[in-house]
């Protein structure tokens, strides 16, 4: 069974620095984490990598609106 540790938390480069950020991190099972990046310590959201493929296809497409 792969790891499910995440490691090299990153923030959006569109991010604006504010406190209203999530991270995310990949982990060797390709499991994608997200957290928030007030509470690092806190719980984790995890997603299988298609599911946050298809996600982040969505956003692009600006599926959700503004």
Partial sequence: M???????WR???RSGGGDNC???ALAKS???GVRDSKD????ILRFRSTAWK?????????????
């Fill in 54 to 66: 298809a996600f982040t296809a969505a956003v692009r497409a600006d599926e959700f609106g503004r």
């Fill in 30 to 32: 390709r499991t994608v």
């Fill in 22 to 24: 999530v991270e995310v």
């Fill in 40 to 43: 690092p310590r806190g719980p």
């Fill in 11 to 13: 923030k959006s480069s």
């Fill in 2 to 8: 792969a790891s499910t540790k995440f490691t090299d």
